[in-house]
């Protein structure tokens, strides 16, 4: 059984989804990320994958199931042996469930092994942005495997959310690496964090959530709209931006 805290002005759970408006010239972002207490996001050799707990899964899992696209850095991808997408399961009122989010890779090298789950163990095309830069060969060798390859002037903030725009997506949700997080905190661009805080101790040189360059003049401030204790100590953490311009309001 879970302990259920709740913040103040906050009407539902950690796993309630909550509708943040972002500008309306790119897409809702929503980062997720576990971390240990003592701020390290890998553990073991495992990636953060060392880190999860049951409590963790199911929040990746109710998170995946609200959004339309999920975005991950190539190196968490090949680090972590990221899987494509599973079957939706029907919801609760018994509809059958939309397509399946597709995962989008951003690689600024395209390269990926043609060979990885992630290409062979999906049922719905991964996504690759990358740019011209990128060897030809690579990008061809990605495409026979079925993914999409599209060609960006840039791997900015910017330029990949205009991308995901483009393609229809309202709803990204960011699984890291912390690279990849570093360039969207430092652009800007993040409406929601959900931060599972994990009870165990790693120490070590492990880096933090977030890390890059370019840092903001002046930190974004979050609010708190909602946390959940696991009964293994595990802590489920759901920030919005505080921005005026940017209400958060319960997803019905």
Known sequence: MRHVARAAGCSGGAHRALRVRPPPVRPRVTAVMVSSADGAVTAGGAGSGGLSTPADRDLFRALRRSADCVLVG???????DYRGVRPRRPGPDGRPPGPPPPVVVVSGSAG?????RLFTDTVTAPVVLTTAAAPADRRAALVAAGAEVV??????????????????????????????????VGADVVDELR????PVLVGGPEGRIATGPRSLPVPRALHLAGHEAAA?????????????????????
Do not use: F, I, M, Q
């Not at 990926?112 to 990885?116: F, I, S, V």
């Open 112 to 116: 990926l092994d043609p060979g990885a």
């Open 195 to 198: 931060l599972t805080l994990v």
């Open 151 to 184: 060609l960006l002037d840039d791997l900015s903030p910017a330029a990949l959310l205009a991308a995901l725009a483009r393609r229809g997506h309202t709803s990204v949700l960011c699984e890291g690496g912390p690279t990849l997080l570093g360039a969207l």
């Open 74 to 80: 190539a190196g968490t991808a090949r680090d972590e």
């Open 232 to 252: 293994d100590g595990t802590l489920l953490l759901h920030y919005v931006r505080a921005t005026p311009g940017t209400p958060a309001t319960p997803n019905e």
